[in-house]
């Protein structure tokens, strides 16, 4: 299981087109696969490196500090999923001639944000390759292609969809890093 999941966020990152086309064709009816064998162990191995990261890299060492870690992650890229594929569904979609479809704006959601959750993975081990962040800007061709391909979005919208949808999936999980940071400064590492 662990091995389709790596081999599908590298195909969604390093040969974009063709895996959009894959995942077009197998549209699922309802969410619960998607969920089981993609975003769920995604947001769980982050998670879980990050809990194994911050024993090896935080001082003071204390499992108070990694178990906090772990919970502020997971209601980062949790929280970021859901809040985006909300907008994505409810609002998004509608001013580029699609139909509100919360199933269809999940999966392009957790698809599109394969390069942000593996740069989240290598960061959770390795903290100080911050620069890392830079590649998140290929988020963007990633939603290009799967705007082309797994929505059907139409030529005239494709780069404004792309950069709303882009700028949405790039900026929501640092504003709800934020967010946590200011209203629990408890969780501030």
Same mark, same amino acid.
């Given at each position: 299981m662990l091995k389709q999941?790596?081999?599908l966020l590298f195909r969604l990152i390093a040969e974009s087109i063709p895996t959009?086309?894959?995942?077009? %064709?197998?549209?699922? @009816?309802?969410? %619960?696969?998607?969920? @089981?064998?993609y975003l769920f162990p995604i947001i769980g191995i982050i998670a879980l490196l990050s809990f194994v990261g911050a024993l090896i890299s935080v001082e003071p060492f204390g499992l108070q500090v990694a178990l906090k870690v772990v919970i502020k992650q997971v209601m980062i890229y949790g929280g970021s999923f859901y809040l985006t594929s909300f907008v994505l569904s409810e609002y998004l979609f509608p001013r580029f001639d699609l139909e509100k479809n919360k199933g269809v704006s999940e999966r392009f959601t957790g698809y599109s944000s394969s390069l942000i959750y593996a740069v989240a993975m290598i960061q959770s081990l390795f903290p100080d390759l911050f620069f890392l962040q830079i590649l998140a800007f290929y988020t963007f061709y990633i939603i290009w292609t799967g705007a082309a391909q797994f929505l059907n979005i139409k030529e005239d919208f494709l780069i404004k969809f792309t950069t709303f949808a882009g700028v949405l999936i790039m900026v929501v999980p640092f504003l709800i890093n934020y967010l946590i940071d200011l209203w629990m400064p408890g969780m501030k590492i």
């Open positions: 999941l790596f081999i959009w086309k894959i995942l077009s %064709e197998k549209q699922e @009816k309802d969410n %619960e696969d998607f969920y @089981k064998s």
